[in-house]
């Protein structure tokens, strides 16, 4: 959702509004009916950049909620805190103002229409829009509110792709040298990919309902031994969630996966099948259906990968740059 991300570091991502509206179930994701009251005392405009008032109303809100998520951490924010906390969203605004000013100076401009076509997106990734006017009244927000906001945002992402990310250029070396710096980030553990059989039984019925499920294991393994498919068994029989693909547990490393699982599957070959064996599920059956090694992904399987980082590293560098560049040309005056 837009604006409620407030920090300038936001703009790391070549499209700021656009990712925050794809994503609003992670930005509302903690949000409060009831807000505690602030302890400073914020003037209603708290800055103005070229004539234009930066009102406290945004400040409030984004300074609330952060006090709020200290205080859930049991770090909750004393008075100086709370002021310096206002300070740094006061600049982040100002900066994200002369962003604004300096779109509509290039004749960017955002239509309603397009403010609209945005909200609807929002909109779509929430059960039904009284949920999305539930969630925005938890914010503190207006419907009328929450769209001028939204248009910000757009005029944020418009400028940093017309003045800054055409300007930003990643070379194989840059990404070469990356790779070489952080091999650490491209290793991978090994990895086993098995599927289960799994046969549940009654506790209440003792060793006799253990013996009886026991007793049908047995006589689906004998089938596996002798050339029945496995995944078409696990279809039939397991009583796994796993049944209907077969039993497929997929990919998993070592410490991902149950020890039980985990202990048999690494010390097993491709395509051999486990002793029936018990945990606190009932009795299953492994088979080892591939095998991955450790090691480290090459450079060529990694490249797109490094240089979309190191891309979303230099925009974020260079729109700190450019908030600078823009400040010393503007007036700005503080009233906080």
């Not at 914010?139 to 017309?162: F, N, P, V």
């Not at 049908?216 to 393994?221: A, D, G, P, V, W």
């Not at 547990?249 to 002793?275: T, Y």
Request: charged share 30%; with cysteine.
């Amino acid at each position: 959702m837009a604006r409620f991300v407030p920090s300038i570091s936001c703009l790391t991502l070549l499209s700021v509004g656009l990712f925050i509206a794809a994503n609003p179930a992670k930005i509302w994701a903690h949000s409060e009916h009831k807000q505690d009251a602030l302890q400073v005392k914020l003037p209603k405009v708290v800055a103005q950049i070229n004539g234009v008032d930066i009102r406290s109303d945004t400040i409030s809100r984004e300074l609330k909620k952060a006090a709020q998520r200290y205080k859930k951490r049991g770090m909750p924010l004393d008075a100086d805190q709370e002021k310096s906390a206002a300070k740094k969203l006061i600049e982040d605004e100002i900066g994200r103002t002369l962003l604004v000013l300096k779109a509509k100076d290039s004749g960017i401009n955002i239509t309603e229409k397009r403010i609209d076509e945005q909200l609807k997106e929002v909109k779509a990734k929430f059960q039904s829009d009284a949920v999305f006017e539930h969630k925005l009244a938890d914010r503190g927000m207006t419907l009328s509110q929450y769209k001028t906001e939204l248009a910000t945002d757009l005029y944020i992402d418009e400028i940093i792709k017309k003045e800054i990310a055409t300007k930003i250029n990643v070379r194989e070396n840059e990404a070469r040298d990356y790779f070489e710096k952080n091999k650490n980030e491209f290793k991978s553990a090994e990895k086993v990919r098995a599927s289960i059989i799994l046969l549940k039984f009654d506790p209440s019925q003792g060793k006799a309902g253990e013996q009886k499920a026991l007793k049908k294991f047995e006589s689906i393994l004998d089938q596996v031994h002798n050339g029945a498919d496995f995944a078409a068994m696990a279809k039939k029989f397991s009583q796994d969630s796993l049944a209907s693909k077969g039993g497929d547990l997929g990919f998993f490393a070592r410490k991902h996966m149950l020890s039980a699982f985990s202990e048999r599957a690494f010390k097993m070959k491709v395509g051999e099948v486990s002793d029936i064996f018990r945990t606190g599920h009932g009795f299953h059956v492994l088979k080892v259906t591939d095998k991955k090694s450790a090691g480290t992904s090459p450079f060529a399987a990694e490249k797109e990968k490094i240089k979309t980082l190191l891309t979303k590293k230099k925009i974020s560098q260079a729109t700190r740059d450019y908030i600078a560049v823009l400040k010393k040309q503007a007036k700005i005056k503080t009233y906080f």
